[in-house]
């Protein structure tokens, strides 16, 4: 079996954000005026839904509100899930969050409400100060990110703020860490972006110029798959290193379904792509059920007693690349091999520590 006794969830809660970060799966990335139009504008998780998982997963002890395309902030009730998740038995708690949203009383309740937690830490996603944090995170306050950030803080919330680092914005990091010192969040964690705005090496200027031409997305039928095997042949037959088997950790998308990892649910979003035209034939066509890992229609039990999570998964890592079952995914390979993560390693930050 992929994964049996998992520690953590990761949760996408909504399908709503108030940014339009260039690098997010939610933008679309022929023009960054707009998001996807595979996403739809309301959908969340219930209650209800959320309370049943948690409850069927009896090993999990840990939450992490790190979803592809949602800021967890923006779900209606989302601190009423933290004290869903209290009630559950959940021991920590990770949430990231780009702050720009609601008012500095809510956080406040939330800082409050994680206290109750054995651990908890809510990252703010922070690139720059006022004058370039807008430039990548779109649609953003800072302003108000730095009120709501103050208002956790004071509250007793243990903060850590989260930098990538651009071109337009590098020059800023050692004021950036500086200022978090001053503010009382308890870490600075800052990075190289991973997404295709470094590995294309685009300035603002470039992405100004991408926006201002305002391409539209078209739905096109699906590359030649064959051909697209082959453009990845040099990574089928590397080692599979899975990052979230590895961390115990399974994802959760706003539809309820549960995914082995965002990596491969990210590739929907992209409907016109070859990732998800393969995807969608190992992990859907070739079973001929387009719901069986939703959870608020089967039990985990059942779901992870799926042939695909049973046996298939696993065997896809020393198999080749194909669209039946236990074909080995693309988006795994490119992710997750062992000579992809030599160059491109997953969740690779540096840490500067606030000590009290």
């Known amino acids: 079996m992929y994964l049996p006794e998992p520690t953590r969830l990761q949760l996408e809660i909504s399908s709503m954000c108030n940014a339009l970060c260039f690098g997010c799966a939610r933008t679309n990335h022929l023009n960054f005026n707009g998001k996807m139009p595979t996403i739809p504008d309301k959908k969340i998780l219930q209650l209800d839904v959320i309370e049943k998982f948690l409850n069927e997963f009896e090993t999990v002890t840990d939450l992490d509100f790190c979803g592809t395309v949602d800021d967890p902030f923006m779900h209606p009730q989302f601190n009423d899930i933290l004290r869903l998740a209290l009630k559950c038995g959940i021991k920590k708690v990770w949430i990231h969050t780009n702050g720009s949203i609601r008012n500095p009383s809510y956080w406040a309740e939330t800082a409050e409400i994680l206290q109750q937690f054995d651990r908890h ?8 100060l006022q004058d370039t944090n807008h430039l990548y995170r779109q649609r953003t ?3 108000r990110i730095m009120q709501n950030a103050e208002s956790f ?3 007793g919330g243990d903060a850590g703020w989260q930098y990538l680092v651009f071109p337009w914005n590098k020059h800023q990091v050692e004021e950036a860490s500086e200022k978090s010192k001053q503010m009382g969040f308890k870490n600075f964690i800052h990075r190289l972006d991973r ?4 590995e294309n090496n685009w300035e603002i200027e470039d992405i100004r110029r991408i926006q201002a031409e305002d391409k539209q997305y078209n739905n096109s039928s699906p590359d030649d ?16 290193d899975c990052f979230f088997q590895r961390q115990k950790m399974y994802f959760i998308d706003f539809n309820a379904r549960l ?4 990596f491969i649910r990210n590739t929907e979003f ?6 998800w035209h393969q995807v969608s034939k190992t992990m859907y066509s070739e079973y001929s059920s387009p719901d069986w890992n939703r959870l608020d229609l089967h ?6 007693n799926h042939p695909f999570y049973k046996k298939d998964l696993v065997g896809s890592f020393d198999s080749e690349y194909g669209t039946s079952c236990g074909s080995k995914m693309v988006k795994c390979a490119s992710t997750c091999s062992k000579k992809v993560q030599e160059t491109k390693p997953i969740a690779k930050f540096k840490i500067e520590e606030h000590n009290d």
């Open 121 to 128: 830490q809510l990252k703010f996603s922070i690139d720059g």
């Open 141 to 143: 306050n800072f302003d």
């Open 153 to 155: 803080i004071q509250a």
């Open 195 to 198: 997404s295709m705005i470094s």
């Open 225 to 240: 798959l064959d051909k697209f095997f082959i453009s990845k042949k040099s990574v089928e037959n590397d080692p599979i």
């Open 259 to 262: 995914w082995p990892c965002c």
């Open 270 to 275: 992209g409907g016109h792509n070859t990732h």
């Open 299 to 304: 039990s985990v039990d059942e779901i992870l």
